[in-house]
């Protein structure tokens, strides 16, 4: 049985510091692309951040980059997502997400997007939570 289960998430003071995790059960962790999605209330879920299963392609949403990271530990098989200057609009409940690199005609073998059609399995979220 497939299991994606973020933690890490909490209140956090604006310009504060987050990492989240996802650990990743069930599945070959080395042959699947890995994002972050989020989602605000009353709004449509976002992409955050991918990566391709050998780390070759990263991409990051306009409005984290610069200050966040998205890593991956094959041998704890969890993925990661650091941001720091966290800011109200990042609030927001985080998932990870999951995409066999073989997926729309192999395109994640060597790049990753942040459409939330193409990914396999998910998480079920972490909330972030940025005020003061």
């Known amino acids: 049985q497939v299991q994606m289960v973020e933690s890490g998430g909490g209140l956090v003071q604006p310009g504060g510091s987050l990492r989240l995790s996802c650990s990743v059960f069930g599945i070959n962790f080395d042959d699947h692309g890995l994002a972050w999605f989020r989602q605000a209330p009353g709004k449509e879920r976002e992409g955050v951040s991918c990566m391709t299963w050998n780390r070759q392609t990263i991409e990051y949403a306009p409005s984290v980059k610069g200050r966040s990271r998205i890593s991956r530990d094959s041998a704890k098989k969890t993925l990661y997502l650091q941001i720091d200057n966290l800011k109200p609009e990042d609030t927001a409940m985080y998932y990870c997400?999951?995409?066999?690199?073989?997926?729309?005609?192999?395109?994640?073998?060597?790049?990753?997007?942040?459409?939330?059609?193409?990914?396999?399995?998910w998480g079920q979220g972490t909330q972030v939570t940025v005020s003061s």
């Open positions: 997400a999951a995409v066999h690199y073989t997926a729309d005609g192999y395109y994640y073998r060597t790049m990753c997007r942040l459409d939330v059609d193409d990914y396999t399995y």
